[in-house]
């Protein structure tokens, strides 16, 4: 199998365009911008081993080099692919490409090299391949064996000779290294694995004791205890085991408790109100919601009396149950019920299926009311709340583990979520709307507002707007579309390129490539990069971990990384108005094609 490595894209800088608000003087161009040339990634190295090693060690390697220049791998474990070109082993510069993942781990620690002792290319070097190892090591191995694996290589005899004392301190530091990385890399993620905890307090232990034989740990053991004080409550140690040299360290809690509040406390979930038949109100709360406070979010942006209504929760078999002032939405597991439904104290909907509703033609449409820029400005907003949220850990388990509603997956569920919502929400903006001439006025609106997201480097919802407006539905509005100015047409058309699929969505990744940092990609799309290269790749090649293709997937997944970096002067001033925060946190949204559809062919009968 020959594999191609994906390649970094450098970023330059793009101004965001200007918006002067005036409807009838309002122009906004995209101009076409000069392509880069995109570089070839560094790739990270292993170093050079020798070929003069004892011949058991060779044979029993369990890993695969490979040179910089050649990419087609060995189906031998022992098999060592060289490079004609290397004229000596300092030139000659090798990666693993497979191996077992205890090898590919012991390579990797026997690499990695403590920053006094490495140059600035080799520290770039081994630490990314150190993040690839961290970022994919759960698909080739579970957190307890790489806990028991670092116990191992930590404790490992040392080896014979007058230096064993310092490569025994050497070993040691890195291995407390790569955990330090580990931690700093994956956060909350490894609050959930149960083999963490003991495995901490264990290496703790060790370090402890180690300190004694190894003075020069001290600095390692404080930084390990910065790490853990992160990680958990700590206590002071107990008196009877200080000395002058840890008189002020710390040890483990036996029942630590973490710092930071639960998942269930912290993060937001987005969840669903059927106010009708046919759609729903999307509203993201905290998972600590009780009814009455959600029935008056929805009472508000419905404009209904609050005390006419309650709340019902909906099981997966159909059956209904009244939900109390008091009682909580979300479950300890964040799991809500199957359908969640605002009605009448008669148990009648707040709204007639909306094919059947009288009062759509008397029907305000407040978005008309709002300044498109400020819209822009809280859809960015919303998006980037979400997806400064999302661990690139995310994307590893959306790709490999198949699982949907994932607990390690949330924050990525809800982005993706989110995204399919704009698009709805769009198409059922403009199909509520009966007047022609304010459906016109909503269509420019939305190209407005789409040009301006991406004027903000949030092309997830620009992509979005775009969409809706692109739907069966929407864009078989012939006589809308007729009397939208040219101007807009023309502004909608280059938009709609940023969408054209073809060359593998070449004008996408050049327009995002040339933006600055924040930014938000379009998710679907990265999500498809790695699909695709997990897909055309195998994982194992004759039971060795293709670390070649992992690489691959955790370079894509890095650029998550690279678009969360917030610069200074970035920041976007949202609106203060209750009329766009209403307007934009809860959307009303038909999800039912059918009667968008109906709705179509009611405001432009088919000729």
């Not at 990695?112 to 391949?129: C, F, I, Y």
């Not at 490992?156 to 004392?165: A, P």
């Not at 033609?361 to 999302?390: C, E, H, M, Y």
Request: hydrophobic letters at 35%.
């Amino acid at each position: 199998m020959t594999h191609t490595f994906l390649r970094h894209t450098p970023v330059t800088l793009v101004q965001a365009e200007e918006d002067d608000y005036d409807e009838e003087d309002w122009e906004y161009c995209i101009s076409p911008e000069d392509e880069d040339e995109m570089p070839t990634f560094d790739i990270p190295h292993f170093r050079y081993i020798d070929e003069d090693e004892d011949e058991d060690e060779d044979e029993d390697d369990g890993y695969v080099l490979n040179s910089g220049s050649c990419w087609t791998c060995s189906s031998s474990e022992d098999d060592y692919l060289l490079s004609d070109s290397s004229s000596s082993a300092v030139s000659r510069r090798y990666v693993v490409v497979s191996g077992t993942p205890q090898k590919i781990l012991e390579h990797l620690l026997s690499d990695l090299r403590l920053d006094e002792l490495q140059g600035a290319t080799e520290s770039k070097e081994t630490e990314m391949l150190l993040d690839d190892f961290l970022l994919t090591y759960l698909v080739f191995m579970s957190t307890s064996e790489l806990c028991q694996a670092l116990l191992g290589h930590y404790c490992t005899k040392r080896c014979r000779g007058k230096e064993e004392g310092k490569e025994a301190l050497y070993r040691k530091r890195k291995v407390l290294h790569l955990v330090s990385q580990w931690s700093t890399l994956y956060k909350d993620f490894l609050r959930e694995e149960e083999n963490v905890k003991p495995f901490m307090k264990t290496l703790y232990r060790y370090v402890l004791e180690d300190v004694y034989e190894f003075p020069s740990l001290e600095k390692d053991l404080k930084e390990f205890q910065k790490l853990l004080r992160r990680r958990h409550t700590m206590d002071d140690y107990s008196p009877h085991q200080k000395s002058k040299a840890l008189y002020q360290q710390l040890s483990l809690k036996e029942n630590c408790v973490p710092l930071r509040a639960s998942p269930v406390e912290s993060k937001d979930v987005m969840c669903r109100v059927y106010v009708s038949c046919d759609s729903y109100l999307s509203v993201r709360v905290k998972p600590t919601v009780v009814a009455q406070e959600l029935l008056h979010i929805v009472s508000q942006r419905m404009e209904r009396c609050e005390d006419d209504m309650m709340l019902l929760a909906q099981t997966y078999s159909g059956d209904k149950r009244v939900l109390q002032p008091h009682d909580s939405i979300y479950s300890e597991s964040l799991t809500a019920p199957s359908r969640l439904i605002a009605c009448r104290r008669d148990l009648s909907e707040i709204l007639p299926p909306l094919t059947e509703c009288p009062d759509l033609g008397q029907k305000p449409v407040r978005l008309l009311g709002i300044n498109t820029w400020d819209v822009a400005v809280a859809l960015t907003n919303f998006d980037w709340n979400l997806f400064n949220s999302i661990h690139e850990q995310e994307l590893i388990f959306y790709t490999f583990s198949g699982q949907a509603s994932s607990v390690h997956t949330v924050a990525l569920e809800q982005l993706l979520q989110r995204c399919n919502e704009v698009q709805q929400w769009v198409m059922s903006e403009v199909l509520l709307c009966p007047s022609l001439s304010k459906r016109v006025q909503l269509l420019k609106k939305f190209i407005k507002i789409a040009a301006h997201c991406k004027a903000q480097r949030n092309l997830n919802s620009s992509f979005a707007i775009i969409m809706g407006l692109n739907t069966a539905a929407v864009s078989r509005l012939n006589q809308t579309w007729e009397k939208v100015p040219g101007k807009f047409k023309k502004l909608f058309s280059e938009l709609e390129l940023l969408t054209d699929p073809s060359m593998n969505h070449k004008a996408y990744r050049d327009a995002f490539k040339k933006m600055k940092p924040p930014k938000i990609p379009f998710m679907p799309l990265l999500l498809k990069d790695i699909t695709f290269i997990h897909e055309g790749n195998k994982t194992f090649h004759d039971n060795l971990v293709n670390f070649e293709k992992l690489h691959m997937i955790a370079d894509t997944v890095r650029l998550i990384r690279h678009c969360q970096t917030d610069q200074t002067g970035n920041e976007l001033s949202p609106s203060d108005s209750p009329e766009v925060r209403s307007s934009i946190h809860y959307l009303h949204i038909i999800d039912n094609q059918q009667t968008l559809f109906e709705l179509s062919h009611r405001l432009e009968p088919r000729v």
